[in-house]
């Protein structure tokens, strides 16, 4: 089993908030150097830094918009601000555009994919070659059970998030062996500003767990996959929904 | 910084790097093929980065599937570099 390398840095992207955020800290208390990366919320990433920096651990905030589609400066810039290679790589940013398809726009489609599913590509091939160099990886991308399952309103967010699956399975057997690691955690209805505006009481009826998840639990997934003990984990969707998919 | 491009100097780096792949020393001249040393698309790809670390000389995906040899692999990179 191979030890993660001592100077190695996670990047989380979308990590001022919800789950994003969550995943920051639950990595930098497992020892990580986190890059707690934010599109628009600087205050939101600055306190998930404060967090995991009063917690003893180490991270910093780093702008950018991954939909903009230059993820080698973003490597660039996270590995000379935390002084190690991204070897850990966790695709979180994530946003909705939701209507019927009959409804949805051409925009919609293209900014959901162009967020959810095109930058997690992309970021990861860019950090495979530290990965590969280093004979240590963890991408770890945040899918949903909605993809594998229908959510009517969002075929889009639906084909992002089945679509991170399947690239996650296919990038997964294709570095094995060198030593990397790519899985998906697929989070079920969990509480954070996305779903707020949902009708939980109705939605919760139908989860056997009989409530809704929680950031920190789907975190707790994502630093297991992160981890040393995670190495012969490859090409999977841990899925954290309380039962919602069995 | 980029080492200069040599034929000497990339047959030693290429010859350096395909033990790391499992290929046997023995085995390696310039008339090998990639396929009968059992290297695949990874271990190219890898290779093409560890060239591109030392010599600035970037493989594209186009140039690395016309490689079939060790030769070839030799012969672009000094090709390329000069």
């Given at each position: 089993m191979s030890s993660r390398p001592e100077n190695a840095v996670a990047l989380v992207t979308g990590a001022s908030k919800g789950i994003g955020a969550a995943i920051a800290k639950a990595l930098a208390a497992d020892g990580w150097a986190?890059?707690?990366?934010?599109?628009?919320?600087?205050a939101g990433a600055n306190a998930v830094v404060a967090a995991i920096e009063e917690a003893g651990g180490q991270a910093r905030a780093v702008h950018a918009d991954v939909s903009s589609g230059d993820g080698k400066a973003l490597l660039k810039q996270v590995e000379e601000a935390l002084g190690g290679p991204?070897?850990?790589?966790v695709n979180n940013a994530g946003v909705a555009r939701d209507n019927i398809a009959l409804q949805l726009t051409d925009?919609?489609?293209?900014?959901?994919?162009g967020t959810n599913l095109s930058p997690a590509f992309r970021l990861t091939r860019d950090s495979l070659r530290s990965m590969i160099k280093a004979r240590y990886g963890r991408v770890i991308n945040i899918a949903s059970v909605v993809g594998p399952r229908a959510n009517a309103g969002q075929s889009n967010y639906a084909a992002a998030k089945a679509g991170l699956i399947g690239m996650t399975k296919t990038i997964a057997a294709e570095?094995?062996?060198?030593?990397?690691?790519?899985?998906?955690?697929?989070p079920g209805f969990i509480a954070t500003d996305m779903t707020a505006e949902l009708a939980t009481d109705e939605i919760v009826k139908a989860i056997p767990a009989r409530r809704q998840g929680t950031p920190e639990e789907v975190a707790a997934a994502v630093r297991f996959l992160a981890s040393d003990d995670a190495g012969y984990v490859t090409g999977t969707t841990l899925y954290v929904d309380g039962g919602m998919s069995a | 910084m980029a080492n200069a491009i040599t034929e000497e100097a990339v047959q030693k780096t290429v010859y350096e790097a395909l033990p790391q792949f499992g290929v046997d020393e023995a085995d390696i001249t310039r008339e090998a093929t990639f396929e009968d040393l059992d290297v695949?698309?990874?271990d190219l790809a890898e290779l093409s980065q560890i060239i591109e670390d030392e010599?600035?000389?970037?493989?594209?995906g186009d140039d690395v599937g016309k490689i079939k040899t060790v030769g070839d692999a030799i012969d672009l990179v000094v090709q390329k570099g000069s």
């Open positions: 986190v890059a707690v990366n934010y599109r628009s919320d600087e991204v070897l850990a790589l925009e919609d489609w293209d900014v959901v994919i570095v094995a062996r060198r030593g990397v690691t790519v899985n998906a955690v697929a | 695949d698309s990874l010599y600035g000389v970037a493989l594209k």
